[in-house]
Nanobody, 124 residues
Framework: QVQLVESGGGLVQAGGSLRLSCATSRLAFSIATMGWFRQAPGKEREFVAAIGSGGSTYYSGSVKGRFTISRDNGKNTLYLQMNGLKSEDTAVYYC??????????????????WGQGTQVTVSS
């Protein structure tokens, strides 16, 4: 069946870095637009970044310039390099596949398959 498995989360001090990975299977990964979302306690899930099948990237304003999304189609894996982490980046981070035929990157309902999430905690 389709699987998305995130890894790489953890506890880091403010200003530090983490690299998240999302290993996928049975997803038609190479032709899919993929995204990262995050959800902090008591808040709605929010868009972080997305990458198209051709490598075009999109970021939320809050992470642009600090986070980098990338993909390795040979390994069916999505990445999120997070630098300059802030306490407000603390959240569970999810990877997801955007449904074919949808437009826009920012809305969770546009994504049909999700990973289980990985916790990122930034201490100040």
């Amino acid at each position: 069946q389709v699987q998305l498995v995130e890894s790489g989360g953890g506890l880091v001090q403010a200003g530090g870095s983490l690299r998240l990975s999302c290993a996928t299977s049975r997803l038609a990964f190479s032709i899919a637009t993929m995204g990262w979302f995050r959800q902090a306690p008591g808040k709605e899930r929010e868009f972080v970044a997305a990458i198209g099948s051709g490598g075009s990237t999109y970021y939320s304003g809050s992470v642009k310039g600090r986070f980098t999304i990338s993909r390795d189609n040979g390994k069916n894996t999505l990445y999120l390099q997070m630098n300059g982490l802030k306490s407000e980046d603390t959240a569970v981070y999810y990877c997801a596949r955007r449904m074919a035929g949808t437009n826009g990157f920012f809305t969770p309902p546009n994504y049909d398959y999700w990973g289980q999430g990985t916790q990122v905690t930034v201490s100040s």
